[in-house]
């Protein structure tokens, strides 16, 4: 309250505790500034519409530091797929395996009840939409938390995501891992692509050999290494949106698909059942966040 008192300021960083993301992102916007926020954007997707729409009702921009679709692997990957190289896709695995313990983080990490799906899934979620540039239908997940873990619960995941446009994706992650590992491959009728999240890999149909994606031109100075990639892209985009009021691309109103997402995998790692984006991002709360019913 202080702060946002006595400092003369565009904008506002969130990078609070994941818990507080949405309060704070709330109480920024009826103050008057624009907010950038950490992920996830809130708890919860109704509560991730409240901010969406405290956005709306002060007229100020809302992002969200989504920064893996700014990478320039994700960006190459994008272009490939636009290309239409694959043709039809006909599956989708994904495994992100760290070394991450929860003593590394923050305090607060240690008890949460979904802690890989909060703090690394979402990341993926949003990812995914962007590379297929497509909105999510269903979710099924099984989350638990594999031996030697310092988490309290459930520090790995494993998903199976479905897309619009008849994409399926295998999903799998875990922060008990003996190092950092990531891994894309996407098979298409017509070959199969690959990535590392730092280079894109090629091998058309009938090749034995996999050869290298040229990757695409990054904005001067967008040269740092995983996780800090995209953050000059990002940052650009928030200055663009309190300049122009150009939308950034990770607007809080497009997030809040990735959120539910989010909220189904938790729905379905609590009840073992695939669950519908529809039962979850209902017509209610596109309403009030400003959403069009066919998006």
Not at 37 to 48: D, I, Q
Not at 162 to 182: A, C, N, T
């Amino acid at each position: 309250e202080k702060a946002l008192a006595e400092t003369a300021a565009d904008g506002v960083l969130v990078a609070s505790p994941s818990h507080m993301h949405g309060a704070h992102a709330r109480q920024i916007l009826q103050a008057g500034f624009a907010v950038m926020v950490e992920k996830p954007l809130a708890g919860s997707l109704r509560e991730a519409v409240d901010v969406v729409h405290a956005a709306r009702e002060a007229n100020r921009p809302l992002m969200v530091a989504e920064n893996y679709r700014f990478f320039r692997a994700e960006r190459t990957l994008r272009k490939f797929l636009d290309g239409n190289h694959l043709g039809r896709i006909r599956s989708v695995v994904c495994i992100d395996r760290r070394d991450q313990p929860s003593r590394a983080q923050g305090a607060w990490v240690t008890k949460m009840a979904q802690p890989f799906l909060t703090e690394i899934a979402v990341h993926h979620f949003d990812s995914f939409r962007y590379l297929f540039n497509s909105q999510p239908e269903a979710v099924w997940a099984r989350t638990f938390n594999p031996q030697g873990s310092d988490y309290e619960q459930n520090a790995a995941a494993e998903t199976l995501l479905d897309l619009k446009g008849g994409i399926h994706i295998q999903y799998s992650g875990s922060f008990v891992g003996s190092r950092y590992e990531y891994s894309l491959s996407i098979e298409g009728e017509n070959g199969d692509v690959r990535t590392d999240r730092s280079k894109v890999w090629w091998r058309p149909r009938g090749r034995k050999s996999f050869s290298e994606v040229a990757p695409v031109q990054m904005p001067e100075g967008e040269s740092l290494r995983y996780p800090d990639a995209g953050m000059l892209s990002m940052l650009a985009q928030f200055q663009q949106a309190l300049t122009t009021g150009k939308a950034p691309e990770t607007s809080g109103a497009d997030n809040l698909w990735t959120l539910a997402m989010f909220e189904a995998a938790v729905q379905s790692a609590q009840s073992g059942r695939y669950v519908s984006i529809d039962e979850i991002f209902t017509p209610e709360l596109r309403t009030r966040a400003g959403i069009a019913e066919e998006s």
